[in-house]
């Protein structure tokens, strides 16, 4: 069964159309990649699923709840989280608290509490670290998780914003460009990570460039130009989609 459902999604901008009536699913534990070329929708349809815009028509639901027309407030507390292009983290604050900071959806405590310094607030704050230690371990931090965020590199960044993200507890996870600005070696870290947070249960879809790291970690890829859906389907077949081939790169698609 799809956790995430999307029909018939519209959105434009004055007379510019960004996704034109598109419609595709994601499973729980299932990793689907959106591809297509710059200026193709990919990004409008994550601010879509996540609140930050409101679409024109179409339906979006997360386990059947309807999600369109929510504040993003709301779609966090549903089970969704996301990265984006460039790592959004407080620069100022430890890469510790960056990562506390996504606990806030589940935390039991009031302000009375924090004011008080009850049991309950300093169970709920030894919770939080311990959960925000064990997601930087889990997308392999090396860096200083006591220094500032911003001192951090930008391949470290970038696991930490996914700590961030993990660390609210999502059932949807949506990665924009997970793979932008990595080496070699850090693109094939990502890709393991990626896998295991699938394995966790929960339902990936990622925005990526990077050919390899799409045909090697999706279970399904959807192709978007100007915000139509063109094609979709596994990788292998996806690489030979000649409308694939001709709108996106032009020629054939190496993994």
Not at 26 to 55: L, Q
Not at 147 to 166: F, K, Q, S, V
Not at 171 to 183: H, K, Q, S, V, Y
Request: hydrophobic share 40%.
């Amino acid at each position: 069964m799809s956790l995430l459902s999307v029909e018939n999604l519209r959105l434009s901008f004055g007379g510019l159309t960004a996704v034109d009536g598109l419609t595709f699913s994601a499973g729980e534990a299932e990793i689907v990649s959106v591809i297509g070329p710059n200026g193709a929708g990919k990004t409008s349809v994550f601010n879509c699923v996540t609140g930050f815009y409101r679409p024109d028509s179409g339906r979006i639901t997360l386990d059947g709840r309807r999600l369109t027309g929510l504040r993003p407030s709301a779609v966090a507390a549903l089970g969704v989280a996301r990265t984006f292009q460039n790592p959004r983290l407080f620069g100022e604050l430890s890469v510790l608290d960056n990562v506390r900071a996504g606990s806030h959806l589940w935390l039991r405590q009031s302000v009375l509490d924090a004011l008080l310094h009850t049991p309950r607030y300093r169970r709920s704050e030894r919770e939080c670290t311990e959960q925000a230690n064990h997601w930087l371990d889990f997308v392999g931090l090396r860096g200083d998780r006591y220094g500032a965020a911003r001192a951090l590199p930008y391949g470290e960044r970038r696991r930490t914003e996914i700590a961030r993200a993990l660390a609210r507890r999502p059932r949807l996870l949506l990665l924009d460009e997970p793979a932008a600005g990595l080496n070699h070696g850090e693109k094939a870290e990502m890709l393991g990570l990626i896998r295991r947070i699938g394995e966790l249960g929960v339902a990936v879809v990622l925005i990526e460039h990077d050919m390899g790291l799409v045909m090697e970690v999706s279970e399904r890829v959807i192709v978007l130009n100007f915000g139509r859906k063109i094609a979709e389907g596994s990788p292998r077949d996806v690489r030979r989609n000649p409308a694939v081939i001709e709108a996106y790169l032009g020629g054939e698609i190496h993994a």
